[in-house]
């Protein structure tokens, strides 16, 4: 069987999307900051699916070591890497991150610049084999700006684009890109929000994530209803929508 790798997997969504395709028989390649969670997840998906994993400590912000990790974690997988997975994320806080640059930067380069730095060795790595498949998690929010969380959206909707341009790059060398657009997440990056609405588990998100990447889609919205609701909330005139409280 093919291994997956996966960006992130200590996160709520990476850890749901690791148990998915080891489910599903894939050998895996887990990162994460936390050396002794991410081994715990391991650890267990192994026993509990009698797959094959290997693990590397990944720090997201870290950039000057993302090339020699992201190396190693394709060259030593535990058989032929099929694709990649980013579920990298920081949520964070607007409104300190409108009186704080540092916070600003944090959900900035978190959400972007770490996933296109990311994306930028494993881009090379499956086009050079003219095969495989690239996912990233982007987020509903990346389709239009909100005051209550901008700057999340901006960094979003920056790593969506830069998406659709990878796919178009990527498209004559047989390598799949899929955009990945959840609404909201029951995950601990989400705990103690106010004001959510149509949350969905991690599981659900894994599911419909591995279908997506089988039917070879481009963009997923998860849950699929987000997609009618995003398309209603991008046709709202902008001199009515600046004047809504969302």
């Known amino acids: 069987?093919?291994?997956v790798l996966i960006l992130g997997a200590t996160s709520g969504i990476g850890r749901a999307v690791a148990a998915e395709f080891a489910r599903h028989g894939?050998?895996?390649?887990?990162?994460?900051r936390d050396r002794q969670e991410i081994d715990t997840i391991a650890a267990d998906l192994a026993v509990r699916y009698g797959v094959q994993t290997r693990v590397h400590c990944f720090d997201a912000l870290a950039f000057e070591t993302h090339a020699?990790?992201?190396?190693?974690?394709?060259?030593e997988a535990a058989s032929a890497v099929e694709g990649?997975?980013?579920?990298?994320?920081?949520?964070?806080?607007?409104a300190a991150a409108q009186k704080d640059f540092a916070e600003?930067?944090?959900?900035?380069?978190?959400?972007?610049?770490?996933?296109?730095?990311?994306?930028?060795?494993?881009?090379h790595y499956f086009e050079t084999r003219r095969s495989g498949f690239i996912?990233?998690?982007?987020?509903?929010?990346?389709?239009?700006?909100r005051q209550s969380n901008y700057l999340y959206g901006a960094a979003k909707g920056g790593l969506s684009i830069y998406l659709q341009g990878l796919r178009n790059r990527l498209f004559g060398s047989?390598?799949?890109?899929?955009?990945?657009?959840?609404?909201?997440?029951?995950?601990p990056m989400t705990f103690g929000r106010q004001g959510l609405f149509l949350v969905a588990s991690p599981e659900r998100v894994a599911r419909a994530i591995l279908k997506a990447i089988q039917r070879g889609q481009d963009v997923a919205y998860i849950p699929w209803f987000w997609q009618p609701i995003m398309f209603i909330l991008r046709a709202i005139p902008e001199r009515l929508f600046k004047r809504m409280r969302l």
């Open 1 to 3: 069987m093919a291994s």
């Open 26 to 32: 894939y050998d895996l390649a887990l990162t994460g």
């Open 68 to 75: 020699k990790t992201l190396e190693g974690c394709l060259s």
């Open 84 to 94: 990649a997975i980013l579920c990298i994320g920081y949520l964070g806080d607007q």
């Open 104 to 123: 600003a930067r944090r959900i900035l380069d978190t959400n972007f610049t770490a996933c296109v730095s990311a994306l930028h060795i494993i881009a």
């Open 135 to 145: 996912c990233a998690i982007s987020s509903v929010a990346g389709d239009r700006g």
């Open 174 to 187: 047989g390598v799949r890109v899929l955009t990945v657009k959840p609404g909201f997440v029951d995950t």
